[in-house]
């Protein structure tokens, strides 16, 4: 399989046909290689139009949905980024071409160092990934300009809104009552306050922001 090629029709077909107008993000998400994100078997699929799951709790989101996330996120060159539940480390890779320092954080230990050694791979020298717990954050580190959470949360992301800078923004994709929608949230001050942008595909969502489970009597 041409990857290069099918990375070329992926900006496209999936990006640029869905109002992705920024040229930064087509040409950051052009420039990594969605494939070597994801194990041997599964590297067919890194450019279908779809969320490819790929570890337990974590999944490559499709391309419309993430160059969308990426856009109402906006990171600028100047600012620090957070980026939830890095996975493998494919939205690292491409958010560290857009900002310019990210902190990765993710919860699994083994694919926290696979995400470091795929950014080595990619000589990445601007991100570095952090284990611990996605809903925490990393406050240490913070506050952030941009916190990315790359998949479906059912709850607010309280502890991390936390962490924003004033006039910063958290984006993710939330569910409310059965619908996925991408949303951005913003920090004025001490008040924070929420946009819904685009609709998406469901998905199961991230382990760490699921709903809490109900018991029916």
Known sequence: MDFKEARRRMIDSQVRTNDVSDLRIQAAIEAVPREIFLPGELRDKAYVDADVGYAPGRRLLAPRS??????????????????????????????ARLAEMVVAIESDEALALRAQENLEALGVTNAAVVVGPPSEGAAKQGPFDVIFIGGVIDVEPVILLRQLKDRGRLAALKREQGVVRGVVYTRSGQAIGARTVFDAASAPALPEFEAPKTFVF
Do not use: M, Q
């Open 66 to 95: 993430f160059a969308k996330l990426l856009a109402v996120a906006g990171p600028r060159p100047t600012e620090v980024v957070l980026d939830v539940a890095c996975g493998s480390g494919y939205s690292t890779a491409v958010l």
